[in-house]
């Protein structure tokens, strides 16, 4: 007897639709075919002990499951309870039509309890468009899936539940979510506020004009200067996530396997930090079975570089194209995957090995040419994807104790949010440009003009300050979003002015 039951395969950030065949038939053996992975063989031992422990029995003939079509590479244990109702109802221990009209996932232990599985919401996704009546998976998964409505997600413990779902001995309310009250209820709950940190309005307002124009920013500063923590509050500020971003963040995170237990639509922007140890795949992602890495897991949020210069060269080379592209491909032999990586770049670094170069107070011990190779490390192509530099100075001891509350996210945020609406309009005839850092430069001409006067000022300070060639496109980038926060229609020269000091890396013998 053949029966079928549909699974499904992520591949990137995209779901594909798996028919699982099971005959059982004379003879002996039990036979996993169509390119499946040494999880997936291993499912007849789980299979087994779970039909025992339940009172069901394996059948002693042969038993051949092909996993349909036969040139994906399938990975993963996701596939035990398929595979086992397929067997069950080829060997007539499971009576029902229905098996047809679901898309049926999840891991089982030995005694038939379900485990949660991965990507769950790119496979509901995918199971609505291919019509398909509803989603039968492991409840730790089930809020995350019922994100996607007219599809009904019916969530299970264990494998009985399932069977007793199909044989109408068991009824079990599809699980349904109201998306947008859900996402209102948790977008933008941050524990972090600008109005934690005293001091330091020079690199508030600086990480200000990063989130109005969606530029890269790095700071240059002392240890303990609060660049980390000036760095952690950039996401409060940022707009608030759509229901479209929040679904293409919550996608890479499912896929990933980072949203946990009970999970639903993420209504935070992301904020990834990963230490300096990391390898080029972890951070672009990759693998035999591609996964999205860091950059990925920060689409439509932040990723934060602590101490720059000690990440490994080749780490931050491979970085160029994802920021120009805003997105990275993984090729390999039999599939190329994109995987979105629309990020804010935020580094931090100190601006020696010993921490006290250009400091106030107390002497660098670093010798001659020792802070110049240091900086060497961050390369001028990816100083170049930066738009903003910006030296942090330590606080002082008066604005550590002052009493007078800080300006709050909250606050800055409208500002923000006000200046990238001004954006919205500019570039509404470009659906792939968004912000002002996302001006290729052809466009910089026409949009940020400046007068006689700008232009005088801009080579006076490119002259005077040692400034390379390649500050000229992102002072104006920046120059620009300095004006929309300010509500002005032109560039003018404060804005201009403002926008030139943001360039410190770029001045010849900075570090002296």
């Known amino acids: 007897m053949l029966t079928k039951t549909f699974g499904s395969a992520v591949q990137g950030v995209n779901a594909y639709t798996i028919t699982i065949e099971v005959v059982v038939s004379q003879g002996t053996n039990f036979y996993v075919v169509g390119l499946p992975d040494n999880a997936i063989k291993e499912s007849q031992q789980r299979i087994e002990a779970a039909l025992k422990f ?53 891991e089982m232990a030995l005694d038939g309890a379900l485990r949660p599985i991965r990507g769950v919401l790119p496979i509901a996704i995918q199971a609505r468009k291919e019509g398909f009546k509803g989603f039968i998976l492991p409840r730790e998964n ?32 599809p699980l349904v979510m109201d998306t947008r009250d859900a996402f209102q209820l948790d977008a933008n709950q941050y524990a972090a506020d600008f109005a934690d940190v005293q001091g330091q309005e020079n690199i508030k307002r600086a990480l200000e004009i990063a989130a109005a124009g969606g530029h890269n920013v790095i700071m240059i500063g002392p240890p303990g200067a609060g660049k980390t923590m000036l760095a952690k509050r950039l996401p409060t500020i940022l707009p608030p996530l759509t229901i479209q971003e929040a679904l293409e963040t919550t996608k890479i995170h499912s896929v990933a396997g980072k949203l946990g237990a009970n999970a639903s639509l993420l209504g935070t922007r992301p904020f990834r930090a990963p230490h300096h140890t990391i390898s080029d795949v972890a951070l672009v992602g990759g693998g035999g079975n591609p996964q999205p890495g860091e950059i990925s897991l920060a689409h ?46 935020i580094a931090s670094m100190n601006p020696c090995p010993c921490g006290y170069y250009n400091h106030p107070e107390k002497e660098c011990v670093c010798g001659p040419g020792v802070v110049q190779r240091y900086l060497n490390k961050v390369s001028g192509p990816l100083l170049d994807r930066i738009d903003l530099h910006v030296e942090v100075t330590p606080v002082t001891f008066d604005q550590m104790t002052e009493t007078r509350k800080a300006e ?9 949010d006000a200046a990238r609406q001004v954006q919205a309009r500019r570039f509404q005839d470009f659906p792939d440009i968004h912000s002002n850092a996302m001006m290729p430069p052809q466009m910089v001409k026409d949009i940020c003009a400046i007068n006689d006067a700008g ?37 003018q020269l404060p804005h201009l002015a403002e926008a030139i000091q943001y360039r410190s890396l770029d001045r010849e013998g900075w570090a002296g």
């Open 300 to 345: 439509n949020g932040v990723l934060f570089l602590d101490e720059l210069p000690e990440f490994k060269r080749t780490v931050l080379e491979v970085m160029r194209q994802p920021l120009e592209e805003r997105r990275v491909t993984i090729s390999r032999a039999k599939v190329s995957i994109d995987f979105p990586a629309n990020f804010m770049l």
């Open 54 to 106: 339940r009172g069901l029995r394996m059948p002693r003939t042969k038993v051949v499951v092909n996993m349909a079509p036969a040139d994906i590479r399938k990975e993963g244990s996701a596939y035990d309870l398929p595979i086992a109702l397929g067997i069950l109802h080829a060997s007539q221990q499971l009576s029902t039509e229905q098996l047809g009209e679901y898309i049926i996932m999840g």
């Open 408 to 416: 709050s996210s909250q606050a800055i945020q409208r500002r923000v």
């Open 455 to 491: 232009r005088t000022l801009l080579k006076t300070a490119m002259e005077r300050l040692g400034l390379s060639a390649r500050a000229y496109d992102r002072i104006l980038k920046v120059a620009r979003t300095i004006a929309d926060l300010a509500k002005a229609d032109e560039i």
């Open 142 to 173: 089930a809020r995350e899936a019922a994100i996607v409505n007219n599809l009904d997600i019916i969530p299970v413990d264990t494998m009985q539940e399932a069977i007793d779902f199909f044989e109408g001995r068991l009824a079990i309310e």
